[in-house]
């Protein structure tokens, strides 16, 4: 079946502007993540999604951050009043728990350029 | 609180040759560990993995072993490829699943 898919897979804004990228994951996978990657700071876990929930926002940088998930599907991770140091690749991955390794399968993210 | 050191790179072998990348892990409880790799303008795939102490994930001629008592899952590959330039990540997610953590990457060069 499909794979994750995230949209845009680039996106350059403004300093200063809001931005949201989407996270259609693998269908019946409950679980979905967001996670960042930058040339400074690596690959790093931004938010967890279990069904609608959040069990663990506990990356999320700043509160500019936000994000959503509705229907137990697609997520949307929103950044207000974007910074510079906000540009990044933005990943997001899915897994369907209850398995026992936990494997989580990536989309090929949103690279992120503030301008 | 849970984390993972890999070798520094880049790493650059010539093809054929034998390749060992090392990864190190510091957790709680039974974590479950992996490999994923990110060819170049490539998403992040998953390589290989290992639930339990003494598992060996293998795949594409990789291979790491869940070594508990060093607490390591290094990555190794008898004859490595030109097409096996890439960074690979080691990672580990606990027992309560719910979100991995990586090491720093490594890149690996291969020349013909």
């Known amino acids: 079946g499909a794979g994750v898919s995230q949209s845009p897979s680039n996106k350059v804004t403004e300093k200063g502007k809001d931005v949201e990228l989407r996270c259609d994951p693998i269908s019946g996978h409950t679980a979905l993540y967001w996670y960042r990657q930058s040339l400074g700071q690596g690959l790093e876990f931004l938010i967890y999604f279990q069904g609608n929930s959040a069990p663990d926002k506990s990356g999320l940088p700043s509160d500019r951050f936000s994000a959503e998930r509705t229907g137990g599907s697609v997520s949307t991770l929103t950044i207000q009043r974007t910074q510079q140091e906000d540009s990044a690749v933005y990943l997001c991955?899915?897994?369907?728990?209850?398995?026992?390794?936990?494997?989580?399968?990536f989309g090929p993210g949103t690279r992120l350029t503030v301008t | 609180g849970n984390s993972v050191t890999q070798m520094e790179g880049p790493v650059t072998l010539s093809e054929e040759a034998f390749l060992t990348i090392n990864c190190t892990y510091t957790?709680?409880?039974?974590?479950?560990l992996f490999w994923y790799v990110q060819y170049p303008g490539e998403g992040l795939q998953l390589l290989l993995k290992?639930?339990?102490?003494?598992d060996k994930g293998s795949n594409k001629g990789f291979e790491a072993t869940y070594r508990k008592e060093t607490t390591s899952f290094h990555l190794e590959k008898g004859s490595v490829q030109v097409s096996d330039s890439a960074v690979y990540f080691c990672?580990?997610?606990?027992?309560?699943?719910?979100?991995?953590?990586f090491g720093a990457g490594t890149i690996l060069r291969v020349k013909s």
């Open positions: 957790a709680t409880g039974y974590p479950s």
């Open positions: 990672a580990l997610s606990d027992q309560g699943g719910n979100k991995l953590v």
């Open positions: 290992a639930t339990k102490a003494d």
């Open positions: 991955a899915s897994s369907q728990p209850g398995t026992s390794t936990y494997e989580q399968y």
